[in-house]
């Protein structure tokens, strides 16, 4: 497996958000009318797609599936819009910080009594569209906490709430190299991580491990019948980050159970008895996760691994197919750390 280290530790908004990939816009997958324009669209990419497929290669196979869904899932739903800036801080917002600005270095420069007043009066001058702003941000915002909250929408609402809650959150830029000198350099700070994880995950002596060829006694285990993809499909877990693909498990559940069966069925069938997976499939983004103490100190972090969502397809077949092998030999015993 090769491991990607993605940087969520922001040098700048511009460099950080090249490295968060696209996101789309999942909410709209909620509305009827979105939901059937992707099914239509995807149905039409894959359509046109078909003759040109060649299911020799695994990696041109998995290569036309992922840009069929992404590229229907641009046209449908769209990318998600990140929020630049606070709301209500417009340009008329930075006037009255320049104002203030100017009032404040007038006083310093002259700090008589008119002075003195005048810097105060422009200071109430400003705030006071802010708090206008402010609170015609959070009318909307605690009425839509109550909608979720009638509706029972228990994921946005608890969202919400620890949005309000946690408030504005500093976001470090610099870290500790393994010497403990602080690096700020995007390339020194992501070649941190790097080694970090990579001391963290690899095993000594792994390479020492040997192959031994397996000659099984019983006949080869049976390809994976359709409803057995379309049951993996429906065990993925929603609302997860996406791997390197860049596909949420939203987009691959509301498919559709022809288009599953004419692309992910075919591609499992050709992985499973070439025994070969897409090179894509063989890599993961660890994203260095928080947990406490010095926030430049990379040992206070946990690293979570992202996998490519349509390989979570594969284990997940796997794993129904041994479940029940597995009850046998175990045994109903209860078992703890």
Known sequence: MVAKVRERL???????QRFDGERFNLRKLNELEVRKQYKVEITNRTAALE????????????????????????????????????PGFDEEGLGFLDQRKQAKMQWIQDPSQSTIDNSNNVRCDASRPFRNKKKAYLKPKIKELETNSKIKNI??????????????????NIVKNEKGDFVADFHSILARWRNYFFQLVNVHGVNEVRQTEIHPSEALVPEP??????????ELKSHKSAGIDQIPAELIKVRGRIIIRSENHKLIISIWNKEELPQEWKELIIVPIY????????????????????YKMLPNILLSRLTPYAEEIIGDHQCGF
Do not use: C
């Open 10 to 16: 922001a040098v700048s908004k511009q460099e950080a």
């Open 155 to 172: 994921r946005d609402l608890v969202r919400d709430i620890s949005d309000f809650k946690k408030g504005y959150q500093p976001r470090t």
């Open 291 to 310: 947990k406490n103490g010095d926030k430049t100190d990379s040992s206070n972090y946990m690293g979570i691994s992202l996998l490519p969502t349509m």
């Open 51 to 86: 003759n040109l497929r060649d299911d020799k290669d695994i990696n041109m196979a998995w290569e036309n599936i992922k840009e069929n869904i992404k590229t229907s899932a641009k046209d449908s739903l769209r990318l998600h819009e990140l929020q630049q800036h606070k």
């Open 225 to 234: 019948s359709a409803p057995e993809v379309e049951g993996a499909i429906d």
